[in-house]
Each structure stands twice: as C-alpha cells, then as structure tokens.
C-alpha cells in the first residue's frame, strides 16, 4: 500500500509519538486527521500543520476514545473533510496501573472501540472501500514488565485482537486488514514521576529493574517503522520496533 494520497485517521495525535505518526504521514503525501482529547494541543498542531503542508491536507476532531459517540463523530467528520477513510491508526494509550480502570478503558476499549468503528465506516460489507488498522501495541506486548501488570496485559491483548480480526476471515467479510506495531521506549514517552503510575510504590525497584537497560528510540525511526508495515504488511502481523533496528514480524507458534 502506497500512503500518497490516502485519508489517515489518528487517535492520540496531538502530542507524543502519536504527533509524529501524523508528520510522517502528511510526508508522504497522506492527509491527516488528528483526533485526541487534548483539544487546545490538537488545535494548535493542526494550525501548525496546515501552514506547512495547507488546509486541504489536516483537520483536526476532537476524540475520547472512552466516548464511543464522540469517537464515531471523529470518523463522521474526517469522512465530511475528506470524503473517506482509508487508514485508521489506533495509537491513543497511557501508563497508570494506579488509574487501571481508566488505562484499560484507553488502551484496550478504545483499541476495540476504534477496530469496530474501522469496519463499520471502511468496511466493504458496509458500502466502504476496505481499508487498513494499525493497532499501536508496545515491547510489553510480547514480553511483559513486571512492574507494570496491567498496562502489559493491555498491551498484551492488543496483539490477541488483532490477529483475531486480521485473520483471512475478517478481511473477506470487510475488506479491512488489521495489524500491529510494537515499539519499545521512544524518545517522545516521557515519565515525570514513575511513583504516580505504578500500581504501588513497591514496585519502584522493579521498575528500575525493568527500564535499566533501555535506550529510548527516537519517534521519527518508529514513525518511519509505520510506513514500512503499511507498505508490506500483511493483515494480522504483529511488529516489533526496538533499539532503533528495523521494524521485525513477531511469529506465533501454530497449533
């Protein structure tokens, strides 16, 4: 898949690695909506993005991906910008085991509330035209940090979706490919006071234990990393960005 000239939706994209996924899609020549909760953010990127690249290229659409209305507006009004959908990146996510029921609310719910949504506007049973998913896992996806339990088994589930919904069989009913990308620490995933996140303060030491060896990687390679797997990924592969190296398929044992 060529991304030139594609209608990309972004969740989580005001800031963050989110932000980056969205430069990096307008640089190839895709046009962008940038959906977050952080309205003041989203409007100012958009602004800035829109000088850069012009006003036919960016909006911005306010999004909770809690708020299943909201986030079906978000679709309604990218489609009214634009006239479709074509690519649909759930990236929207946050690290607060302390706040558990909000982060699986997020990270998990909103991946689901997203996927679903995807079907049912680019969807071909639906009259759409297909289209493609990413699903924004992590590294704990695949190897989970035992200081951090329960946003490791959001991430963790986002795999299980979506190879559960890239399978042939989904993709014959909808047209649409589900995939997922993975990467480790980014450069752009700042953690200002780790005690406030942590299910408790215990934990500290694992978390120490955990990150000692990590090299955050800078956003830009993982947004490049994006680009890559929209381009030859199949659906229902799952792929690991670390350490700056070039993204990678994660194979799964068959039974």
Request: one cysteine or more; hydrophobic letters at 40%.
């Amino acid at each position: 898949m060529e991304v030139k000239g594609l209608v990309a939706l972004v969740t989580g994209a005001a800031s963050g690695i989110g932000r980056t996924y969205a430069i990096e899609l307008l640089n190839q020549g895709a046009k962008v909506s940038i959906c977050d909760i952080d309205i003041t953010e989203g409007e100012k990127l958009a602004e800035e993005l829109t000088m850069k690249y012009g006003k036919s290229q960016v909006i911005f659409s306010p999004c909770d991906v809690t708020d299943y209305p909201q986030f079906e507006t978000s679709f309604q009004t990218t489609i009214a910008a634009f006239g479709q959908i074509d690519i649909v990146i759930n990236n929207a996510g946050i690290m607060n085991d302390r706040f558990w029921e909000l982060e699986v609310d997020i990270n998990l719910n909103g991946v689901i509330r997203g996927t679903l949504l995807a079907q049912r506007f680019m969807g071909t049973d639906k009259g759409g035209q297909g289209g493609v998913v990413v699903n924004i896992g992590s590294n704990v996806s695949i190897n989970p940090c035992v200081s951090v339990p329960i946003y490791s088994a959001t991430k963790a589930a986002i795999v299980s979706l979506t190879r559960a919904f890239g399978d042939q069989y989904h993709v014959d009913l909808t047209g649409v490919k589900v995939m997922a990308l993975c990467p480790s620490t980014t450069d752009s995933n700042s953690v200002p006071d780790i005690g406030k996140q942590l299910l408790s303060l215990r934990y500290k030491e694992a978390w120490s234990r955990d990150t000692s060896s990590i090299v955050p990687q800078k956003a830009e390679h993982v947004a490049k990393a994006l680009i890559h797997i929209l381009s030859t990924g199949k659906s229902g592969s799952v792929w690991m960005v670390e350490n700056g190296e070039p993204p990678r398929e994660v194979n799964f044992p068959k039974y």
